[in-house]
């Protein structure tokens, strides 16, 4: 069965400083990975996906993030985090398991800017 | 506004009572996602659609809830006899098969006194 890890649950960081938010996955299968970022009292908002082509992957608002098979990890990375990056970050593995995609969602990672 | 529709977007009631949450889908989505998120958690999944079918159930969703998509385009999420175990933000996705992701509403909020 597939599943995410995200390693702590709140991450503080100081205004330009780098971000980096760590997610390990589990799947048996060659996986879709995500990352997807919600504000207080909304919805998700996909970030950046990896679908299997090129290992780095640039998202929006800055944001990139690198899937490593061997160490089975999708880790986010910013080089300078802005006050409007304060918000709550998903990790999510995705497979096709019983004729549908079967997306899994990990803890969260609350990122608290500093300014 | 193209984008998944969910309402309302907060509900507030008394245990005991039902409620009904409505999803509309991205237009051209045939596959459609409810979940549930609480507190400090990650979204957890409900059930699927693929046009009317339900074709999957989580153990999370007893009997008390029940989904439907009638024609295959809104979806609606009814939970009776609500607990107060049943406060959490419900969220709507649709899935768009051509690029591979979910893409949410705002999500419906439910407070159970």
């Known amino acids: 069965a597939q599943s995410v890890t995200q390693l702590g649950s709140h991450v503080s960081v100081s205004e330009g400083a780098l971000v980096l938010l760590r997610c390990n996955y589990s799947?048996?299968?060659?996986?879709?990975l995500f990352w997807y970022v919600q504000y207080p009292n909304q919805g998700l908002q996909l970030l950046l996906k990896?679908?299997?082509?090129?290992?780095l992957v640039k998202g929006i608002n800055g944001f990139e993030a690198e899937f490593k098979k061997s160490e089975t990890s999708f880790h986010l990375t910013k080089p300078s985090a802005h006050m409007s990056d304060a918000a709550e970050y998903f990790c999510?593995?995705?497979?096709?398991?019983?004729?549908?995609?079967?997306?899994?969602f990990g803890t969260g990672t609350k990122l608290q800017v500093i300014p | 506004d193209t984008g998944v529709s969910q309402n309302p977007r907060h509900k507030i009631t008394k245990r005991g009572q039902n409620v009904t949450f409505r999803c509309d889908p991205i237009?051209?989505?045939?596959?459609l996602y409810w979940y549930r998120q609480t507190l400090g958690q990650g979204p957890e999944f409900l059930t699927y659609?693929?046009?009317?079918?339900?074709l999957e159930k989580s153990r999370l969703l007893s009997d008390r809830f029940s989904a439907e998509r009638p024609k295959g385009s809104f979806s609606t999420l009814e939970i009776q006899r609500t607990e107060q175990g049943d406060s959490a933000m419900y969220l709507c996705?649709?899935?768009?098969w051509g690029t591979g992701e979910l893409f949410f509403g705002e999500g419906s909020r439910l407070t159970v006194l």
């Open positions: 659609f693929q046009n009317e079918a339900q």
């Open positions: 990896y679908t299997s082509a090129a290992t």
């Open positions: 999510a593995v995705s497979e096709i398991t019983g004729g549908y995609q079967k997306v899994t």
């Open positions: 996705a649709s899935f768009g």
């Open positions: 237009s051209e989505h045939n596959r």
């Open positions: 799947s048996s299968v060659p996986p879709y």
